[in-house]
C-alpha cells in the first residue's frame, strides 16, 4: 500500500538541476536576442 507522505521529504536533485539548466539556457538566449538586435539596429542606422 503507499505509505504516509512527509513533507519536505521529496528528492529534488534532478528537479533542481533541470531548472538550473532551463534558467541558463533562457538567460543566454535572451542575451544573444539582444545583441542581435542591437547589432541589426546598428548596422540599420
Not at 8 to 23: D, H, L, P, R, Y
Not at 27 to 35: A, F, G, R, Y
Amino acid at each position: 500500500m503507499a505509505q504516509e507522505h512527509k513533507h519536505g521529504s521529496m528528492e529534488t536533485e534532478v528537479q533542481e538541476k533541470t531548472f538550473a539548466g532551463f534558467i541558463n539556457w533562457t538567460t543566454k538566449t535572451v542575451i544573444i536576442c539582444i545583441l542581435a538586435l542591437v547589432f541589426i539596429a546598428l548596422v540599420n542606422g
